[in-house]
């Protein structure tokens, strides 16, 4: 009878893994069939047992860093309501272990690597791989579907030599931000530790297809004589030596390491380009009265900027020369890097319900002056700034 039950359930978990991958998503009605397949797959038959390394003995090197003086001191200046949610952020990530820290697992087993998020699952044991995706403490990212791995109709692409693979959480590795800071950052740490760069790089095919990381590419003989293996969404890579990367947040040393892959030096002369740095409604967070503050930045001499509209060498041209920047909390902020350096006065603009810290610890790790400006609560997306208060912080903030 046992044996008849086993093979029931196995027929019926290879009929929910052809639904699960055949129904179209073109109608409400099929999106609403593959919700329900999903949950099932994810649910009931969806328990993956999850490796974690008990002992930082078990990695191939792991450090911890003590929490950054910038992380609590010095936010009196700024208004209140920033200060509440900086303090949330920093408290978030100070309380979930293993997030300051910088490690390399070297998985020596034969393991797949699933193509959504990225997570490796050892072959024998059916575990996942907890240090296959950084920062797991502090978002814990969903675990791939247990019916979609085992009932995978696509074959395996088998890899017969040691990997590293490159993921951040919550598909970080098409965002910008994410990308020159930890995908990238990941490779410095491996380089300072020694790791050979012959080893071949798997990397989510969007992330190499992205058009700013094919211009990285072009600018690093560095980076663009590695050997890139690319995942589609649909591909398991199955390999028997990975290695896995965190690398630490907010590091100095890794981001420097990123800017000499690049090629960007240290600006050599001061510029005194001053850049409003404005977002399309399209990009999911815009102010409602853009017009109005974009006209009173420029009559402060600001240049409307939006980095969407610039190439990534435009953008290093424009950021190192920058003096003065003016931007709403986006991924762009991430080039006031391009001004180490040299001197530089940050003005963020942030809704009222949604400020994250990124780029004040970011201002701090490069002594840049730091300033930000709240707005009403963003509904979709949207927010407005007091036009009043904006003038008023243009001209406490940089003295014009």
């Not at 050599?268 to 009173?296: C, F």
Request: hydrophobic letters at 40%; proline letters at 5%; a neutral charge.
């Amino acid at each position: 009878m046992g044996k008849n039950i086993t093979s029931i359930k196995g027929i019926l978990l290879k009929i929910l893994a052809k639904l699960y991958a055949k129904i179209s998503v073109s109608s409400t009605s099929a999106k609403f069939i593959r919700l329900v397949v999903s949950k099932i797959t994810d649910g009931s038959f969806n328990y993956f047992k999850v490796f974690n390394p008990d002992s930082k003995q078990l990695y191939f090197y792991y450090r911890e860093s003590p929490k950054p003086s910038f992380f609590e001191e010095g936010i009196g200046y700024l208004n209140p309501a920033i200060q509440e949610q900086f303090r949330s952020v920093n408290k978030s990530y100070t309380t979930h272990i293993g997030y300051l820290s910088e490690y390399v697992f070297v998985h020596r087993k034969p393991c797949i690597i699933e193509p959504k998020q990225g997570w490796a699952i050892d072959i024998a044991t059916d575990q996942l791989i907890y240090p296959s995706i950084p920062y797991q403490s502090l978002i814990a990212e969903p675990y791939p579907s247990w019916i979609g791995y085992h009932f995978r109709s696509k074959k395996d692409l088998l890899i017969d030599i040691p990997i590293i693979s490159l993921r951040m959480m919550a598909k970080g590795w098409l965002n910008y931000w994410h990308v020159f800071g930890d995908l990238l950052g990941q490779l410095i740490l491996l380089d300072r530790l020694g790791i050979s760069q012959d080893i071949p790089i798997l990397i989510p095919e969007e992330t190499y297809h992205k058009p700013f990381f094919q211009e990285m590419l072009k600018r690093s003989k560095t980076l663009s004589e590695r050997k890139w293996i690319l995942q589609d969404r649909y591909t398991f890579v199955k390999t028997n030596e990975v290695y896995f990367v965190q690398k630490m947040p907010f590091s100095k040393e890794q981001f420097d390491g990123v800017l000499d892959y690049l090629n960007i030096p240290e600006i050599n002369a001061d510029g005194e380009l001053k850049l409003y740095l404005t977002r399309k409604v399209s990009r999911g967070r815009y102010l409602v009265n853009a017009l109005l503050i974009e006209t009173i930045a420029k009559e402060y001499g600001f240049e409307i900027v939006d980095c969407d509209d610039l190439d990534f060498n435009e953008q290093i041209s424009y950021f190192s020369k920058a003096r003065y920047i003016v931007g709403l909390h986006g991924a762009g902020l991430t080039n006031i890097i391009f001004r180490r350096g040299g001197e530089l006065n940050l003005l963020e603009i942030f809704p009222g319900n949604y400020a994250p810290n990124h780029y004040y610890w970011l201002s701090k790790t490069y002594a840049y002056s730091y300033d930000a400006i709240i707005g009403s609560s963003s509904i979709d997306g949207s927010f407005e700034i007091d036009p009043v208060l904006f003038r008023e912080k243009l001209d406490s903030f940089f003295n014009f």
